[in-house]
């Protein structure tokens, strides 16, 4: 006699235990427009970074990218009004990714570059989230309508971006490849396809890669700008968000450099130091504005070469991160969370709005004292990184450093050779191997110099907004009861024509 067993609850409600249905996670505070904003962005910045050693890390990562934003597009509500331009480009990076693995040649099975696979798990989060609210979403009206024609928009900029960003890898893969040939005393015939450096065994695959791009580009011809201004731009929904993203940001930094120092965490450290420093100089203006802040040349200048030593400071510890370096996730979520929050605020859509305009939105003296605060502990973090400088074991790229050693020497960085002396900084057999060999002294000693700069530019930054007078109270702009309306609805309720929301937060975009 068997014995039956009774069914659990997890299998009559089968929907209530699958990730696909589930409400995202709380730690995970963006809407989908934000990530989608965020996804153009790390695109944007890849294509900045990339070289020719991240060819073949790239091509293997950017299918599973083009497959996370096919399903993200399937899950928008509604047909797609321009075509099957997604399942162009899906198929053509399917067949990419199938040759790939059976390629027996470069580049051949391995590991996708980690920013790649950071841009498909955040268009997998905007997927979850459009699935567990898009139904509840008024396709028929028109701003609804506008609002996702430029989601689809930023998910084929993304994708498009990219591809632009593995193509650029790929000539520079081909170019190094011509380089070292030359260097052997053998004669490469150049490409009349693409550019002179698609030589074997890159021409199939920038082939690929251009019909790729040709696939979004058509789809964005005439298009792109218009999409994205057409945008649905909600009300700042919560005006603590800033002050939240910025002290979680302080902890995250601090502690990432204090367990994982990577130069590729010094990097997106330094960056978004930058970023502060530059949206700072844009507070500052708007706080002007609403008369929340008087005269602040001197505030102007100092946080002006604060921003400007953050910027050099990354510049040169990404000559020392290697390729397919592996950043801190938590890392990552707090930079692209300080990203949302400062955009919110400081944009209308597309665009960084006026002053006039953010000196009228709730949370810009909150914001402005979380700005100054943030100035003023950013001396902690520009020591941590001048003690990072100051390590005996540094690594980096030969070529990136042989052209950075040449460089600190010519601008007076660093201390020339005597002039008798001729002095090879990097030998020429590592550039063609391109090996990871110790900082040259003259690279050691400007980092150092840099780094001793970046500490005076924030003590500086810090003291004078110490000392310069905060927001006033009684001008910090007061939430209206329709502000407190649009809050309390946002926290709980949800619009028709809101494409997802920031759980827990204002409807997303």
């Known amino acids: 006699m068997t014995t039956e067993i009774p069914a659990t609850f997890g299998d009559r409600d089968e929907a209530l235990f699958d990730a696909e249905h589930a409400a995202c996670p709380t730690s995970e505070g963006r809407s989908v427009g934000e990530m989608l904003f965020d996804v153009d962005h790390r695109s944007r910045q890849m294509l900045i970074d990339v070289s020719g050693d991240d060819a073949g890390a790239l091509l293997r990562g950017w299918p599973p990218v083009v497959e996370a934003a096919r399903q993200l597009w399937g899950a928008f509500p509604g047909p797609s009004p321009f075509g099957d331009h997604i399942e162009r480009v899906a198929a053509q990076a399917a067949r990419i990714e199938a040759s790939v693995t059976r390629a027996r040649t470069w580049p051949g099975p391995g590991e996708a ?3 790649m696979i950071e841009l498909a798990e955040t268009l997998h989060t905007a997927t979850v989230l459009v699935r567990r609210y898009g139904t509840e979403i008024a396709t028929l009206r028109v701003d609804v309508q506008r609002d996702l024609a430029a989601a689809r928009s930023r998910v084929m900029h993304g994708l498009y971006v990219s591809a632009h960003a593995v193509n650029v890898a790929l000539h520079e893969h081909g170019r190094d490849l011509v380089d070292a040939a030359r260097a052997r005393g053998r004669v490469v015939a150049l490409s009349p396809v693409h550019s002179p450096y698609a030589v074997a065994p890159t021409t199939q695959w920038i082939g690929r890669i251009v019909a790729s791009e040709s696939i979004c580009a058509d789809y964005l011809a005439g298009r792109f700008a218009k999409a994205v201004d057409g945008e649905v731009a909600h009300p700042v929904g919560d005006p603590s968000r800033i002050p939240q993203a910025l002290a979680q940001w302080e902890i995250q930094a601090h502690r990432t450099l204090a367990t994982d120092p990577a130069p590729a965490n010094i990097v997106l450290v330094a960056r978004t130091q930058g970023l502060l420093a530059s949206t700072g100089l844009v507070l500052i203006d708007a706080a002007g504005h609403a008369d929340l802040l008087d005269g602040a040349p001197r505030l102007v200048s100092a946080v002006t070469a604060a921003g400007r030593s953050w910027s050099n400071i990354a510049s040169r510890w990404t000559d020392l991160a290697p390729a397919g370096s592996q950043l801190d996730p938590s890392l990552i979520r707090a930079a692209a969370e300080v990203r949302a929050a400062l955009r919110e605020l400081t944009h209308d859509n597309a665009k960084l709005a006026c002053p006039e305009i953010i000196a009228t939105r709730p949370g810009l003296g909150r914001a402005a004292d979380a700005m100054r605060h943030c100035l003023e502990t950013s001396v902690e973090l520009a020591q941590v990184v001048a003690e990072k400088a100051n390590s005996p074991r540094l690594f980096g790229a030969a070529r990136a450093l042989s052209i950075r050693a040449h460089n600190d020497i010519e601008t007076g960085m660093a201390t020339p050779p005597l002039a008798d002396q001729d002095v090879v900084w990097v030998s020429p057999a590592d550039i063609l191997a391109k090996r990871t060999i110790p900082v ?26 110490s000392v310069h007078p905060g927001p006033r109270r009684d001008s910090v702009p007061v939430l209206t009861p329709e502000d407190h309306a649009h809050r309390d609805r946002s926290r709980s309720d949800r619009q028709p024509g809101d494409l997802g929301r920031r759980p827990g937060r204002a409807p997303a975009r």
């Open 113 to 115: 570059d980690p920013r």
């Open 440 to 465: 040259p002294p003259p690279v050691a000693e400007a980092l150092q110099s840099a780094s001793r700069e970046l500490v005076t530019a924030a003590q500086s930054a810090a003291s004078i907004a």
